[in-house]
Nanobody, 115 residues
Framework: QVQVVESGGGLVQPGGSLRLSCAASRIVFSLYAMGWYRQAPGKQRELVASITTAGRTNYTNSVKGRFTISRDNAKRIVYLQMNSLKPEDTAVYYC?????????WGQGTQVTVSS
């Protein structure tokens, strides 16, 4: 059974940093595009950042210059480095693994930015 597991969330003060990790098992990781999504209370889930199998990255405008997505195919992990965090970044962050045929989601990890 495919598993996609996020970790690294928590409570951080505004201006702080967190690094999220997402480990995927039982898939050919290098053949999947990976993405980080987030969902805040009362809002729709939105794409935060994505990285293709070739390593091309894409970010939503609100996180450009603050967040960095990267992947380690050997370890089957995708990271989201989040710097200069703002209260509006508070959300549950979900990892997504996707190819042309399938998409897998993790259970999410809570990120709370508050003083």
């Amino acid at each position: 059974q495919v598993q996609v597991v996020e970790s690294g969330g928590g409570l951080v003060q505004p201006g702080g940093s967190l690094r999220l990790s997402c480990a995927a098992s039982r898939i050919v990781f290098s053949l999947y595009a990976m993405g980080w999504y987030r969902q805040a209370p009362g809002k729709q889930r939105e794409l935060v950042a994505s990285i293709t199998t070739a390593g091309r990255t894409n970010y939503t405008n609100s996180v450009k210059g603050r967040f960095t997505i990267s992947r380690d195919n050997a370890k089957r992990i995708v990271y989201l480095q989040m710097n200069s965090l703002k209260p509006e970044d508070t959300a549950v962050y979900y990892c997504n693994a996707q190819n042309v045929a399938r998409a897998y989601w993790g259970q999410g990890t809570q990120v709370t930015v508050s003083s």
